[in-house]
């Protein structure tokens, strides 16, 4: 295992929970033996909360050169554009999940069959995934967390008004990938905004 620190100036301290999900006793916050790292521990019943990174899981749905884009109709960055993306569920694969997202926000079936892009934002304590796949039927329904969606043409691209980095980065690999020929797999890891 990598003894190194994340790739920007982010120190790792986890957001502070007060009660074990196990017994319900108040948590200390200590770093436990054989470990290196400060954690919420339940003296109770010796439970440790760890914390990790989550999976934001979505797709670049593409038909007839269009990229599929969804307003947003939820908070954070609530009217501005996304690719459909969502928190990973537990019991799925991170393809399913992409897949679900994309029928949930746009209500568009897709096969997510092809990894697009890794991004890691660690600030964030997220790790956004990104497929392409193929779509049989452009028809969209858009569902409750989607004040719109719609096929976009790269020269209407509204960069100015994408909601996440990760979003805006995988939009550029796609079309950087798209004129270049050749698809690849990306990766990044993005530094804190200023
Ligand atoms: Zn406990």
Known sequence: MSQTAPPNSYFPVPRELRYCTQCASPLTR??????????????????????????????????????LLCKRAIEPRYGYWTLPAGFMELGESSAQGAERETLEEAGLSMEAT?????????????????????????????????LEAGWV??????????????????????????????????????????
């Not at 470990?35 to 999976?55: F, K």
């Open 30 to 67: 200590r770093i436990p033996p054989d470990d290196t790292r400060v954690r919420d521990l339940c003296e109770q019943c010796g439970a440790i909360h760890y914390q990790n990174p989550r999976m934001v899981v979505g797709t670049i749905p593409v038909w007839e050169g269009r990229v």
């Open 114 to 146: 092809r990894l697009f892009s890794v991004i890691d934002i660690p600030q964030a304590d997220q790790v956004h995934v990104f497929f392409l796949g193929q779509v049989a039927d452009p028809t969209l329904s858009p569902g409750l967390e989607t």
């Open 153 to 194: 043409a790269e020269a209407d691209i509204p960069w100015s008004e994408i909601a996440f980095r990760t979003v805006s980065l995988t939009l550029e690999y796609y079309f950087s990938d798209r004129r270049r020929g050749s698809f690849d797999v990306h990766y990044a890891a993005l530094p804190p905004r200023r």
